[in-house]
């Protein structure tokens, strides 16, 4: 079955550490999204990907890094420079205008 | 810029009792989709509905409508009929910017249906 996978479902992180959130989907689709999603603020977009090897930021890049070598995958960096990453992080994908596929979440704690 | 309002935070209704989600647009935009998503426990977001600008039909599919007024850029959701797995945090969002789609999503509501 077509779909986004995240991986890993939970992720503790200690002061100072980088750390990555996997995101890979198998819709063959073009474009690729990060959102955070903090408790009563909604989703917000951390970076976007409309093709390989090209990404935007979105409205709260910083502290947060991506890449985008391969259409399948679109991974999200926190780094250090993050002062607040605990939340929760969702990845999604589309092809259209028609809407977004969602993973399934990466749920970061700082340790 | 667009912007999505959804004013209601949290809500409680009995099992069976109706319910309607708000949700009030901004965009300055003609021509848009909304749309809304449901949040389980679980995390992941559950598509539920897309409608164009152009479209103001309302639609039915089983206990859920929607209501797209674009006199007053309102995309209500009711649910009818409430049961328990209702329960979930549902957000409404929109896209303007075709050929650079981004979602901008509302705040969401947190249903909860109470047996």
């Known amino acids: 079955d077509g779909g986004i996978t995240q991986s890993p479902k939970y992720l503790f992180r200690k002061e100072g550490q980088n750390v990555t959130l996997s995101c890979e989907q198998n819709?063959?689709?073009?474009?690729m999204y990060w959102y955070r999603q903090d408790p009563g603020q909604g989703l917000r977009l951390i970076y976007y990907?409309?093709?390989?090897?090209?990404?935007q930021k979105g409205d709260i890049a910083e502290g947060y890094s991506v890449s985008r070598e391969k259409k399948e995958s679109f991974p999200l960096t926190v780094t250090s420079a993050q002062k607040n990453p605990t939340a929760f992080y969702l990845c999604?994908?589309?092809?259209?205008?028609?809407?977004?596929?969602f993973g399934s979440g990466t749920r970061l704690t700082v340790v | 810029a667009q912007k999505v309002t959804q004013a209601q935070t949290e809500i409680s209704v009995v099992e069976k009792e109706d319910v309607t989600l708000d949700c009030v647009y901004e965009?300055?935009?003609?021509?848009?989709?909304l749309f809304w998503y449901k949040q389980p426990p679980s995390g992941e977001l559950v598509f539920l509905i897309r409608?164009?600008?152009?479209?103001?039909q309302n639609e039915i599919s089983g206990r859920y409508s929607w209501n797209f007024q674009k006199s007053t850029s309102s995309f209500n959701f009711t649910i009818t009929a409430s049961q328990v797995v209702d329960s979930a945090v549902y957000f409404c969002?929109?896209?303007?910017?075709?050929?650079?789609?981004?979602?901008?999503f509302g705040t969401g509501t947190r249903l909860t249906i109470i047996p």
């Open positions: 409608r164009n600008s152009f479209d103001e």
């Open positions: 999604a994908s589309s092809t259209d205008s028609y809407g977004y596929t």
């Open positions: 990907s409309q093709i390989v090897n090209d990404f």
């Open positions: 965009t300055r935009d003609t021509t848009y989709y």
């Open positions: 969002a929109l896209i303007t910017n075709f050929g650079n789609e981004k979602l901008t």
């Open positions: 819709l063959n689709h073009d474009a």
